[in-house]
């Protein structure tokens, strides 16, 4: 079984159009923190497929996307995020992807 690791994917898309379409597609790989920040646990071939499809809806030239590694998702990336104020909760284990 591949590895899953626990990533924090931030866009900044500046089209609504574009926002709205880069909002659904990473709602397949992930869960939302925040409207435009995911947390997904995903494997080397799921990151591939994330990062493919987003490209395909991003115009490259001015919309922005992070992928932040928190490391193993059973390991220390399960525990590397923190919250102030109001807490969403955190999926304990793999994505649901469409």
């Known amino acids: 079984m591949a590895e899953r690791s626990r990533l924090v994917v931030a866009y900044d898309i500046r089209h609504p159009g574009r926002l709205r379409r880069v909002h659904k597609t990473t709602s397949g790989f992930g869960d939302p923190l925040q409207y435009s920040v995911f947390v997904c646990d995903l494997t080397a071939v799921e990151l591939v497929s994330l990062k493919t499809a987003l490209k395909l ?3 490259l030239r001015v919309d922005s996307v992070a ?3 928190l490391g193993p998702a059973r390991g220390r990336g399960k525990h590397s995020v923190e ?3 109001a807490r969403r909760p ?3 284990q ?3 992807i469409w």
């Open 90 to 92: 955190l999926p304990d």
């Open 57 to 59: 809806k991003m115009d």
């Open 67 to 69: 992928i932040l590694d």
């Open 94 to 96: 793999g994505p649901t």
């Open 83 to 85: 919250f102030l104020g």
